[in-house]
């Protein structure tokens, strides 16, 4: 398809987001030209968010839970999309301060949800092909619970022990109990969570208030699902504490070519830059891997033996496709934390660089004498992070800062399902992306910064500030049957905004007999034919990295990193 050829309207939500993070973010980045479209490299006409979401594998994700392809009822991908323009645009503003002539930078929403489904992308594409088969939809695949008044709720716990004893306090075997365990878990790579019906109907036995008392005894995080769309706080997307002007300052360092090994791209606003992350999961690693998309170098430090993560199946090029998703082209430093020689590692390491990124648990830091303060005594100049769940909106014992509470607590569990489906958070990990991308761009706000005064930074975001970037309506939308995919004879299709608004016009052309009896590009082909646009949901991820419309966008897989995955989002000029 031709440029000139697709549908032109500006995608607002993305540019809107765009301009509120670049005015939070310095003087001097918004007169940074930048340009958002809809397809970008994509070589299809997606006219709308729900097109790009049928198109790149958002609606397959988030529907596996609940029996097949969904739309989000928010505008998620253009939300990411204006993320990635305002971090090009930073980004150019820092290259130019550091002697490198660019000029604009270009992202668009398709590239904004591929990196969005980046993981899943990777696991559906493995060359290793080792691990279990990819997950199908599952109509009872949530991981929200019901009690016997009808209160929905949402636990978590990482310790199977926690998880086990909250089990058996609600009568449930220890074996049946164990069951649990690994879908569980696995929910946050597999976006479906198939329970045993025996731990559902425990719950709805019990009150919200004894299961209360039982997370609590038992260490588990138990929140109430609400049905109201509205974040419950609205924090800053991140907050800057400039560090003291106690110091000599040292010259913050032009960019220069990058040496063997070091994973820079000297062509890249952030080449020559050095950033040092201890991080785990998904919020910080997506945050160094986007800075290291941008051209830094990025300097990973792990426990003895690596992180665990590296083995989780499905394997590519001997280590787990999702992990590789996130952390390719990153050099590995082993250190023990719980060790003085561990922790001198880090400082050492810190010392030379010039950004420092964790998501540690609250209050970590502190204890192992790694906070703002203790490594910028060191490097005046230092950059640090803090990529958190909650940050400080919940007092002092927060639940825990995983994705599907920052839903719950952010709204968002309400805001991307329709009013006609329970409240539930998305198993698609929506905040633990969005939060390491406004990770990242508050880093970005950071280096601009020094870049006029010579000082370092603390820089603290969240789950839940990310969370409160997404727009969404004041009550919870309302779907007629054409706001969902159609089921055709050979998968699904997703009605344009002028087709679903006309639904006489659409049942003139085709009855619904008619779409389960014609394929995806029959009824697309009958529906364009009377100039209303429709968009074929892709529900498998494999066939969507071999599709030709998808070639300037996917990298395929290739002997170094054996899955496929989106190329970085940003053109520069």
Known sequence: MTPSSRTVVPPAVAATIADRLLWHTAPGTRVVRHTIDRAGPVD????????????????HVHGRATGGPAPLAVDYASVVAGVLAAQGATAVAIGRARGLELREVRTSVAQGALLAVGQYLAAATATEGDGPPEPTACAGGLATLDTCDGTRVELETLDPLAWREFWIRLGVPPALAGRGWLPFQQRFATAVCPLPGELREAVRRRTPAELRAVACDTGVSLLVV?????????????RLTPAPDAHPRRPVPAPAPAGPGTGATPSLPLAGLRVVESTRRVQGPLAGHVLRMLGAEVIRIEPPGG??????????????????????????VEADLATAGGRDTVRALAAEADVFVHNWAPGKAGRLGLDAADLSAARPALVYAWASGFGDTLGDRPPLGTDYLAQVHGGLAAAVRPADEPPAPSLMTLTDVLGGLVCAQGVLAALAARERTGRGCRVDSSLISAAALIPRPAHRVRWTPLDRPLRTADGHLYLGAEARARPEAVHRLLAPADFAALTTEE?????????????????????LADDPAFKAAVAPPDPVIGHARPHAPWEFA
């Not at 299809?44 to 609606?59: K, T």
């Not at 280590?319 to 082209?329: D, K, M």
């Not at 009824?523 to 066939?543: I, K, S």
């Open 226 to 238: 609400g049905s109201d769309p509205a974040p419950a706080v609205h924090p800053a997307p991140w």
């Open 307 to 332: 992180d665990p993560m590296r083995w989780l199946p499905p394997l590519a090029g001997g280590t787990s496709a999702r992990f590789t998703a996130l952390n390719a082209g990153k050099r590995v």
């Open 523 to 543: 009824c697309a082909g009958r529906l364009a034919a009377a100039g209303l646009t429709a968009t074929p949901v892709h529900t498998d991820l494999a066939a």
């Open 44 to 59: 299809m006409d997606l006219p709308d968010e729900r097109a790009v979401q049928a198109a790149c594998g958002l609606m």
